[in-house]
Nanobody, 125 residues
């Protein structure tokens, strides 16, 4: 069974940092492009960041550029997003996603066919 599991969420003070991790597992499964999306209450899901299979290319939403970083370890089949200088507007449920046929980093949700259950991030001001 192919699955993605997010970890690292919780409550963070505005201005502080938080590290979200995503671990992939499953037989005969290689996570290609990987990404983070988020959804705040009452809002549509939006892209946050993405990373290509080899990690050479990344994508960041304008709202997080300069504040978030993304990396991956293909040997461990994990992806990490470092959220620096968290803002109240960063509070949301964060979802990890991956594609079985897309190599390049993409901010489009339709590029990804496997999704995690989501993890809550709360930013207190």
């Amino acid at each position: 069974q192919v699955q993605l599991v997010e970890s690292g969420g919780g409550v963070v003070q505005a201005g502080d940092s938080l590290r979200l991790s995503c671990a992939a597992s499953g037989r005969s499964f290689t996570p290609l492009a990987m990404a983070w999306f988020r959804q705040a209450p009452g809002n549509e899901i939006e892209s946050v960041a993405a990373i290509s299979f080899m990690g050479a290319n990344t994508y960041f939403a304008d709202s997080v550029k300069g504040g978030f970083t993304i990396s991956r370890d293909n040997d461990k089949e994990t992806m990490v997003m470092q959220m620096n200088s968290a803002k109240p507007e960063d509070a949301a449920i964060y979802y990890c996603a991956t594609s079985r046929d897309t190599l390049n980093a993409s901010g489009r949700s339709r590029s990804y066919d496997i999704w995690g259950q989501g993890i809550q991030v709360t930013v207190s001001s």
